[in-house]
């Protein structure tokens, strides 16, 4: 009778544990979040993962043999764990790891910053010696170096778009 008792503890433990263990990965999606095809392959895998803990525990300890009291000391730990500690241990970690990641940021925001100042500035440099030196900018056309005919052209076209509007009708 005591060890059927030990057991139905240990179940009860176990339970608990599985609980806490599922509260880990809702931590872990409150603070990061997953797409529901991502959500949908963690329940999976935990779900295969208690299966196997929990035949590989009553499997060492009980034979194999599975009892009823067994299944109801799991599904009472993890009831009584979800209902007392689960949302407190939820809420307290999720607070911590949303704070610990926001800290975590802030070098990260400041290494963007610099390598943004730092793309800036050689922009700017590049610029200043296309200008100086010459050289075009991305997607500018070669102008021809003698200005004057093309400006002259451009009169041209203009004035006799301006003589044929002003010679008086026949």
């Known amino acids: 009778m ?10 009860i433990w176990y339970g608990a544990l599985l609980v806490l263990t599922y509260d880990v990965l809702k931590i872990s999606r409150n603070v990061i979040r997953h797409s529901s095809a991502f959500v949908a392959l963690e329940d999976l895998l935990f779900w295969i ?16 043999i599975l009892r009823g009291y067994l ?16 949302p407190y241990f ?7 790891f949303k704070k610990i990641l926001k ?7 400041i290494v963007k910053k610099v390598i943004k100042r730092l793309k800036s500035g050689l922009f700017r440099v590049k610029l200043l010696l296309r200008t100086k030196l010459g050289g075009r900018k991305k997607g500018e056309r070669l102008q021809s170096h003698n200005k004057g005919e093309s400006d002259e052209k451009k009169k041209k076209r203009r004035q006799k778009k301006t003589h044929k509007g002003t010679q008086p009708s026949e």
């Open 49 to 64: 993962f208690c299966a196997l803990f929990l035949f590989a525990r009553y499997f060492q300890e009980n034979s194999g």
């Open 2 to 11: 005591s060890r059927e008792l030990l057991l139905f503890v240990k179940s």
């Open 90 to 96: 939820v809420r307290f970690f999720t607070f911590l």
């Open 71 to 86: 299944g109801a000391g799991v599904l009472f730990g993890s009831l009584a764990c979800y209902v007392s500690i689960s």
């Open 103 to 109: 800290i975590l940021r802030i070098p990260l925001n």
